[in-house]
């Protein structure tokens, strides 16, 4: 059988990969970059956190859209399975913090050399060029255009182009293109697991200052209702903030309005608030000659003392031996609570993930075949699915490559 396979990202090597088991297969796999797997040569920060150590049913709670439209793919490639695979392909790996999965060199390169080597058997062909356009007639898919104007022909073809973030290593939304030439619907496209803009300048006053074991909530204003909680690091930019509890709250908002959700920090989550009292009380008694923004240094990052203090309401000039009960407690509120107004998400191109996409209902789910096209598949990011941030997004990549791979002779 003849197979074409755009897309040589984590789910189109995976799926050539299964694909070429079978001898009598001819596959094609075309990329549009050079070097295939570029994208996956910058996760986990160039360390490849490639998937996490859980059962199928966790894998189907961390994805937050559609995860239940993945059981038969995980069901058919386990996050165990691609532990097994790496391992046979000798990657040592270690598992971390969170069940995270990262392999023992702490290099992605290695991760994607092994899965180069296991996409690239005798029948497999890696092609570089850009695939345009699908060939379909009379509902069923018989090839690919490319750029440079040339026309493959195959009897199965599998859409493995990604997303739409990061497009520098070569996701720009192609397969959105080939999957509505296909007649497929695409579920609004935005931003997901992306830092957030602010509206309060300050954080570009704090730009680079990282703060690593805070715990957040985010509060949706108008219902007064908390929608997130976490723990963890996070990251002040010129825009606003970062870094991986940031990424996580933004999955969890759905309907992006600008000041509508309050990032909450509580800068001193060891501390309750009357420990958090007698510290301060501790540290001003020591220093009750200073005035307030030189007097707060053993308490808080230097960085983030003006601001904290301007969200007491204290004047930054004001002297310890002059500092009142409550403004006190306004110091208190304001490191226990410390406010930021979400503005929006940043641009999708700054995204880890996309969210949306093709929609889930026209593919079989046991195939990964499309409902409109017969013998068109899709695999990976291009799918509306998205899961947070651990290694599921790979593992996604994975299971539904595999599964599209695998179902071809169906
Ligand atoms: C900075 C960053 C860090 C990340 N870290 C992690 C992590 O540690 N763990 C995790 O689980 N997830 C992580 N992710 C998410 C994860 O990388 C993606 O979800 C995953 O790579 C999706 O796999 P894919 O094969 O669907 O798409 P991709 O990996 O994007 O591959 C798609 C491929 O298709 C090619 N292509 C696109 N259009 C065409 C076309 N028209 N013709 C030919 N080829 C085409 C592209 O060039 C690309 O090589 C991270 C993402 C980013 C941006």
Not at 78 to 95: A, N, Q, R
Not at 112 to 126: R, S, T
Not at 231 to 254: D, N, Q
Request: glycine content about 8%.
């Amino acid at each position: 059988m003849k197979i074409i396979i755009v897309g040589a990202g984590a789910a189109g090597l995976m799926a050539a990969g299964v694909a070429a088991e079978n001898n009598e297969n001819e596959i094609l796999l075309i990329e549009r970059n050079a070097r295939p797997a570029r994208k996956l040569m910058i996760t986990g920060k160039g360390r490849c956190n490639v998937t996490n150590a859980c059962s199928n049913e966790e894998l189907v709670g961390a994805t937050y859209e559609n995860g239940r439209f993945l059981y038969s793919a995980f069901n058919a490639f386990s996050s165990w399975d691609t532990m097994d695979l790496l391992d046979k392909l000798g990657v040592p790996l270690k598992i971390e913090r969170g069940q995270r999965v990262f392999p023992v060199s702490d290099k992605a390169v290695d991760i994607v050399d092994a899965l180069v080597k296991y996409a690239l058997k005798k029948n497999v062909k890696l092609i570089n060029d850009r695939v345009e356009a699908l060939i379909i007639d009379g509902g069923k898919v018989l090839g690919v255009k490319t750029e440079s104007k040339k026309e493959f022909f195959a009897d199965k073809v599998i859409v493995a182009t990604g997303g739409k973030s990061y497009p520098l290593t070569g996701s720009t939304g192609d397969g959105y293109i080939l999957a509505k030439q296909a007649g497929h619907t695409i579920v609004p496209l935005r931003p997901s697991l992306v830092p957030f803009e602010v509206k309060e300048n300050c954080c570009a006053e704090m730009q680079g200052l990282s703060l690593k074991n805070v715990a957040i909530k985010v509060i949706d204003s108008y219902n007064k209702k908390n929608i997130y909680t976490d723990f963890g690091e996070m990251l002040f930019t010129h825009f606003g903030i970062s870094g991986p509890v940031v990424l996580s709250a933004s999955s969890h908002i759905k309907d992006m309005v600008p000041d509508r959700y309050e990032f909450v920090i509580d800068l001193k989550p060891a501390l309750d608030e009357q420990q958090l009292d007698a510290r301060i009380r501790r540290d001003f008694e020591e220093q009750s000659n200073k005035i307030i923004s030189n007097s707060l240094n053993k308490l808080l990052p230097l960085k983030m003392i003006p601001a904290v203090i301007e969200q007491s309401g204290i004047s930054p000039d004001c002297r310890i031996n002059q500092v009142t009960k409550e403004m006190r407690l306004s110091l208190l509120k304001a490191i226990k609570e410390f406010k930021l107004t979400i503005q929006g998400f940043r641009p999708i191109k700054e995204a880890i993930i996309t969210s949306g996409g093709v929609k889930v209902t026209e593919i079989n789910p046991k195939t990964m075949g499309s409902k409109l096209v017969s013998g068109l598949y899709f695999a990976g990011e291009v799918i509306d699915v998205s899961a947070y941030t651990g290694g599921f997004n790979l593992q996604i990549a994975f299971s539904t490559g595999y599964l599209a791979g695998k179902s071809l002779m169906y």
